[in-house]
């Protein structure tokens, strides 16, 4: 489950996250999570999780998006087995390009390099994940083809 870097305009690659990315991986789920009303930043939870992500690339993969270097954007999918296709399939979530970035087609390019990444390494289904209340992302997810889903997401927390 190897990818490529791809190249991509304002000299901006997306590639896998690696253990030097985290900090900036971080920031970016900071940015994000004052956006989504169900979570709150909380830092510590925040490298953890991503620390488990990155040291267990079976359960999943974080893609960065770097723009002269530096990251500016990431995603975060996560492998699941499905019962209904049969196989390994894909749930995204933690889209996010920096407030400064967006508006210039990388946010499209790092979701579609995700998907690249499932569809090359055989999974039929790409779920995601976005705040019902965020309109601007909803749309955006349209546009890339994602539909909504006769399923209903409930959670419980303990």
Same mark, same amino acid.
């Given at each position: 489950m190897n990818a490529k870097p791809a190249t991509i305009a304002m000299? /901006? @690659?997306?590639d896998f *996250? @690696?253990?030097? %990315? !985290?900090? &900036?991986?971080a920031d970016l789920l900071c940015e994000l999570f004052t956006l989504e009303s169900d979570?709150? $930043?909380e830092r510590d939870?925040? +490298?953890?999780?991503l620390r488990l992500i990155l040291d267990n690339p079976r359960i999943g993969r974080l893609f960065v998006l770097r723009v002269e270097g530096k990251v500016a954007g990431m995603a975060? &999918? +996560?492998i699941t087995i499905s019962t209904a296709e049969g196989g390994p399939v894909l749930l995204v979530e933690d889209v996010i390009v920096k407030a400064g970035f967006r508006g210039r087609q990388l946010g499209r390019r790092l979701v579609e390099h995700v998907l690249d990444w499932a569809r090359a390494?055989?999974?039929p289904r790409v779920? +995601? !994940? /976005? %705040?019902k209340d965020? /309109? $601007? *992302? +909803? &749309?955006f997810y349209e546009r890339l083809g994602f539909a909504p889903s006769a399923m209903k997401v409930l959670r419980k927390t303990s």
């Open positions: 000299n /901006a @690659t997306i *996250a @690696t253990h030097a %990315d !985290l900090e &900036a991986m979570f709150r $930043p939870k925040q +490298l953890r999780g975060n &999918a +996560l390494n055989g999974m779920t +995601l !994940l /976005a %705040d965020n /309109a $601007p *992302a +909803l &749309a």
